[in-house]
Nanobody
Framework: QVQLVESGGGSVLAGGSLRLSCVAS????????MGWFRQAPGKEREFVAS????????YYADSVKGRFTISRDNAKNTVYLQMNSLKPEDTAVYYC????????????????WGQGTQVTVSS
């Protein structure tokens, strides 16, 4: 397992941008698919984006395509989520997660989770 710590959340007006970071500890970071999930009050935790460890291919939920970009720097054990054109419906706690599986959007296939960072978008 890897230990994950997110940062970069905050409050922003609709149309604004934020960049989330997730720093991992543990030698296995470079061998993990890294993902971002989010959970709004009263809703299930949902997939946002993921990036493979091998070919760096990225995948996105339809709701964020074209607005969010996931990237990773294996030398820094860090994964990022650049969020542009934010909308009030993006308001949620955002979680970083690591999976030993291949590219996946399935929550149960991620075995390591950070504690989350709050993102609030106001209109």
């Amino acid at each position: 397992q890897v230990q994950l710590v997110e940062s970069g959340g905050g409050s922003v007006l609709a149309g604004g941008s934020l960049r989330l970071s997730c720093v991992a500890s543990g030698r296995a970071f470079s061998l993990r698919t890294m993902g971002w999930f989010r959970q709004a009050p009263g809703k299930e935790r949902e997939f946002v984006a993921s990036v493979n460890w091998s070919d760096f291919m990225s995948y996105y939920a339809d709701s964020v395509k074209g607005r969010f970009t996931i990237s990773r720097d294996n030398a820094k054990n860090t994964v990022y989520l650049q969020m542009n054109s934010l909308k009030p419906e993006d308001t949620a706690v955002y979680y970083c997660a690591a999976s030993g599986a291949g590219s996946t959007s399935v929550r149960n296939e991620y075995e390591s989770w950070g504690q989350g960072t709050q993102v609030t978008v106001s209109s």
